[in-house]
């Protein structure tokens, strides 16, 4: 069975240090990794897919398969960075989701 | 709005009862998934519907059920409720049949009592 693991409830920084969250899987298949985010109040929104390779608003993530981590990174954090980000692992011909528990991370000013 | 929307917001109810949420998926999105978000198992997958059809099943217990109709809007059924039933239940929906990019609607959060 598929697992996603982020060891850091929580998570707080200085703006314009850099930040890292942190996402481990195990997966048997060929991994679909994600990150989402939700903002204070507002609804869980997609921030990055490994298959894309982009950066979003300073974030970016490498999947790197002999450690099986999707880690997010940013080299300087901002305030509206402050969010819940979860790191979620694609399966089964749906592609449904599995999410791990969540980073809240506070950036302080 | 075009984006994915729940009813209701919010619903309490007595353990026993039944209730029924509802979701209306993005314009154009044939695909339509419920999770179920509780503070001891966290976000879980419950089941998928693609253009009216069920496709997937996750951890969901055989007191829920669920259907997607014709208009793409799906309903997730929750009977017999017990006080663990208590969570925010949360619909996604996306363009394919499989795919991890899901736009999320705002939750119903669900009080049993």
């Known amino acids: 069975a598929q697992r996603v693991t982020q060891p850091e409830k929580l998570l707080s920084v200085f703006k314009g240090a850099p930040v890292e969250l942190k996402c481990n899987y195990s997966?048997?298949?060929?991994?679909?990794l994600f990150w989402y985010v939700q903002y204070s109040r507002q609804r869980l929104q997609l921030l990055l897919r490994?298959?894309s390779r982009e950066s979003i608003k300073g974030f970016t993530a490498d999947l790197n398969k002999g450690e099986t981590s999707f880690h997010l990174k940013k080299p300087f954090a901002q305030e509206e960075d402050s969010a819940m980000y979860y790191c979620?692992?694609?399966?089964?011909?749906?592609?449904?989701?599995?999410f791990g528990s969540g980073t809240q991370l506070t950036v302080l000013p | 709005d075009s984006g994915v929307t729940q009813t209701p917001k919010h619903l309490i109810t007595a353990t026993g009862q039944r209730v029924t949420l509802r979701c209306s998926p993005r314009?154009?999105?044939?695909?339509v998934y419920w999770y179920q978000q509780s503070l001891d198992q966290g976000l879980q997958f419950l089941i998928q519907?693609?253009?009216?059809?069920?496709?997937a099943k996750g951890n969901i217990l055989e007191r829920f059920s669920a259907q997607q109709f014709p208009d793409l809007h799906s309903e997730l059924n929750l009977s017999s409720l017990e006080l663990g039933d208590s969570a925010l239940y949360f619909c996604?929906?996306?363009?394919?049949?499989?795919?991890?990019?899901?736009?999320f609607g705002p939750g119903t959060r669900l009080t049993v009592t």
């Open positions: 997966y048997s298949g060929s991994p679909e």
């Open positions: 519907y693609y253009n009216g059809e069920e496709r």
């Open positions: 314009s154009g999105d044939l695909s």
């Open positions: 490994h298959i």
């Open positions: 996604a929906s996306s363009p394919r049949q499989g795919a991890g990019e899901q736009y």
């Open positions: 979620a692992l694609g399966s089964g011909s749906a592609r449904q989701l599995t």
